[in-house]
């Protein structure tokens, strides 16, 4: 009864905040036509900024360039485009552009164990975040996990002016990591004045509640000689239960392999290979079920601890027993297992601080401190389970009741293997917390001429520490689930207590017997017992020096000839622990790696050169040449160099062509370092001999990994028509391969290089303890340089702004357009024996979530704004087309589809979704300078639910698992 109360009171404050939000935001829209008027020359000013903001330095080259005439492709994302979309996260305003795949944020990480469960990173074009180069105001940032990526939560987004994202090659200008691309974040460093903004935000549902607050102040000292600006904000995203907690989900959608399966039509049901359903059970239950082949398979243990017939479901096969089944017993009430949110719940807190000083007419110190704390989870994985009869109930075991043991003796068996969801042991829970610091200091200045240098020292270091509470210590629960009567004569032990079997030979070792016959029988004190906490720690120290100059070499006949050199020198050092039971391999599995200290020592020196060829000639209005090489060492993995060449053809004011050609490297990661390794001995075929024999597998890091290489093309072409005012339009085409690309191959894999004799290292050849020579006495399925990576594609960009008063005299306010898009003709990664996996037109969710690595064929976003001088509102649209459920399945939709092919389902596509969204802002009062501000909006406006052929948890790489939500807001600035 109180349960149900307490549902109630929660049902009753969903509805209300839910209704409150509603009609705030109904307020806030009312409020809009009813503004009073004062904002027009403002937003007029607005939109010729918006105009010349065309005009900026920007990223890509080390030379000074605009974002028209760079011959790598850079899209200019302003923050108007955050706060007309009421985003407050730099991270989340730039994965909705169809160029990134939104591969790590709180809806991406819910079975991700990762060392930043919290952590938002960006990928570009689909080919790893680790290829991806973030970038504060030019500088990269200390790691904030073993994967190498810099998690944005760390710089406060309120302090971004604008992010600058060059989709193409750039290592010869940045160095290693700029394989796919660099991303480049432009903090305000010269903000005057003080200003600030609160939200708060909840889904329908009542879930999804979010909090954020967030502050910048700014002004000059010392007679404007100096500048400094503070900003800092604090983030609290809740989080959204499990896949109950949606109707999309609750379904309890899945892919049951097909146990009578065949690929000979007489021995098959007729039925694919893998089939999609609803209502998927597992027959794990969290009684104990005797799903293998034995005597008594077919019943399970009810509260009482006797042995009931359990219902099998369909597509069940006694015979080959499975964990999956359609429908089944009705004591089965849920998809058991699993447990982790749709949603992570996150925490962060970042503050920033910097200064510029003029100590000359040509010289200026600047200084910059950074702090921020990331928490992130809990999130959840599946309870220990125990499939397969993998928990044996002997005959003499304490708990069985008199029923059951009558059973056994009828059956003439000497144990019963049990097959449980242990709910008494509770989930896996995962939790991080991350603490990052970093120092700047620099000086910049004027030499002669046009020549401007920079040099600065930086540093940086995160803490992190990642937990995993219900770690299972595997002894422990084996000898916990083996109760017997205590024999008499053990010290303080009275004869007949049930005690684990173990404790008869050690009278003292604490042991918590355990009844698993029945639901919800293992005590508190025994789960106690077999659980601890695991846990890692995680610290990473980057020192970097680096020195910069550019300027004009000489006069050319068609403009300056223009140069930029520079050297950076740095180190990187990682290192952890984790606790003594993940180093003993205690755990039911490994949980947490030992990271030993290691540091990555990187000297690089680099060039760049443009060369203008003609300027206001017959056969165009400018041409010029861009070329830059960089030399690199690093300690652990080498030296490379990269280059990349390019040219730009500016027909007219009106059209630009460009090109490029880049050789880019990407360094291993920490992770991907790490010697550390488990062994384990498979039973594998030799195809050079045709025989199978055990051979000794390790797997994990590798300290001998080499650097990966990348060569990139680029060209596109943009326009800025005088004939269509206000209208700019970009297209890109881009051609990027990865060799060496580091990955984990499996152990047959890993036969099958070691024999083709392309990677010797991956083996260990001679002869074995019978005399057998050349056999394989180890592999090494560690991160290879082995995997080909190919991506090729076209991007489109296209902005347009209307005065609508120039349409006609009745009319007033601004239209702002802005359109993005991406097509994908290909994203492949190809293996040394020659297997390809086409991971474009790829949306489903065919396995766990971490294995979502697909991209749509193609996707769209567009934005439009109304604006008004004390108003504005936003619609925004983003579409995801049909794709491909699992890209090595076959289905009915599918030319050559058979029933009879092994790699064939009930359906292989994920339906098409479009999402909308709506916000407004509205000025309260003020002008341009000081003004208060109302903002709100609402997300998934039409509360579209996921495709629903996706399985369990859907996809929250692309398509939103909260539904409709809502936020309501005020921004000051004075």
Known sequence: MTEKIQRGEHDVATKFASRTAVSIIALTMFSIGNAAPGWAQAESASADSGASAEEIIVTGSRLSRTSFNSPTPVNVIDQQRSQNLNITSVGDALNQLPSFRPITGPATQQFRSSANIAGRSLDLRGLGSIRTLTLIDGRRHVASSDDGNFDLNSIPSIMIQRSEVVTGGASAAYGAGAVSGVVNLITDTRFSGVKGEASYGVSDKGDARNKYIAFQIGGGFAGERGHIVLGGEYSKEGPVGDFNSRDWSRRHRDFVPNPFFSTNPALSNGLPANVGSNNVTTSLTPAGTITVVHPLQGMQFDSNGNLVPFQFGYLYNRARPSALMIGGDPSITDYYGAVGPLVVGTKHISLLSHADYELTESLT?????????????????????????????????????????????????????????????????????????????????????????????????????????????????????????????????????????????????????????????????????????????????DHTFAANFRGTLIEGWAGPISAAFGAEYRTSNSKGDNDPNSKAGLFSQIAWTFLPSTTQKVTEFYGELNLPVFKDWALGKSFELDAAVRQTHYSLSGSATTWKAGAVYQLNDDYMLRV??????????????????????????????????????????????KLETADTFTAGIAIKPHWFPKFALSVDFYDITVDGAIDIPSANLAVNICRSGSNPAICTLGTDGNGNPDRILALFATYQNINRLRTRGWEFVAKYSIDLAD????????????????????????????????????????????????????????????????????????????????????????????????????????????????????????????????????????????????????????????????????????
């Open 660 to 705: 490029t050609r880049s050789h880019d490297i990407r360094a291993p990661s920490p992770l991907e370092l790490n010697p550390n390794r488990t062994t384990t001995t498979f039973s594998l075929a030799d195809p050079k001999y045709g025989v199978q024999y055990l051979m000794p597998t390790f797997s994990g890091g590798n300290r001998n990994l």
């Open 807 to 974: 349409v006609s005299g009745f009319l007033g306010g601004n239209i702002d357009i802005a359109l993005n898009g991406s097509l994908v003709n290909k994203l492949t990664t190809e293996l040394p024996d020659g297997t390809k996996k086409e991971l474009s037109n790829f949306t489903g969710n065919s396995g766990g979530v971490t294995n979502i690595v697909g991209v749509p064929r193609w996707r769209g976003d567009a934005v439009i704004t109304y604006s008004q001088p004390t108003f504005s509102i936003t619609a925004h649209a983003s579409h995801i087309p049909k794709g491909l459920q699992n890209p090595d399945w076959i289905g009915p939709e599918q030319d050559g589809y058979s029933p009879y092919l092994p790699n064939s389902v009930t359906y292989n596509h994920v339906s098409s979704r479009t999402y909308f969204d709506l916000s407004g802002r509205v000025k309260l009062f003020g002008d341009e300078g000081r003004n208060i501000e109302m903002f709100g909006g609402v997300t998934n406006v039409f509360d579209t639910d996921p495709p629903p052929e996706l399985r369990l948890n859907g996809n929250g790489l692309y398509f939103n698992p909260i539904g409709r939500a809502y936020k309501i807001g005020l921004r000051a600035r004075m």
């Open 365 to 541: 110190l600047s200084a910059e401190l950074g702090y921020s704390k990331v928490d992130g989870g809990p999130t959840g994985a599946n309870p220990r389970s125990d499939p397969n009869g993998a928990l044996r109930i002997n005959r003499d075991n304490a708990y069985l009741t008199p029923g059951t043991a009558a059973m056994m003796d009828a059956a003439r068996v000497s144990f019963i293997p049990v097959s449980r969801i242990n709910f008494e042991l509770g989930p896996n829970v995962y939790s991080s917390t991350n603490e990052t610091w970093h120092a700047f200091a620099g000086l910049k200045g004027e030499v002669f001429g046009d020549w401007k240098w920079d040099g600065y020292y930086q540093f940086g270091r995160t803490n992190g520490r990642q937990s995993n509470a219900n770690s299972r210590l595997e002894q422990r629960w084996k000898d916990s689930i083996d109760a017997v009567f205590a024999p008499a004569g053990l010290p303080g032990i009275a004869a007949g207590t049930i005690i684990c079997r173990t404790t008869i030979a050690n009278p003292t070792n604490g042991c918590v017997p355990a009844n698993i016959m029945g639901p919800g029988k293992v005590s508190a004190a025994a789960a106690a017992w077999a659980n601890t906490i695991a846990f890692s720690t995680r610290h990473f120290t």
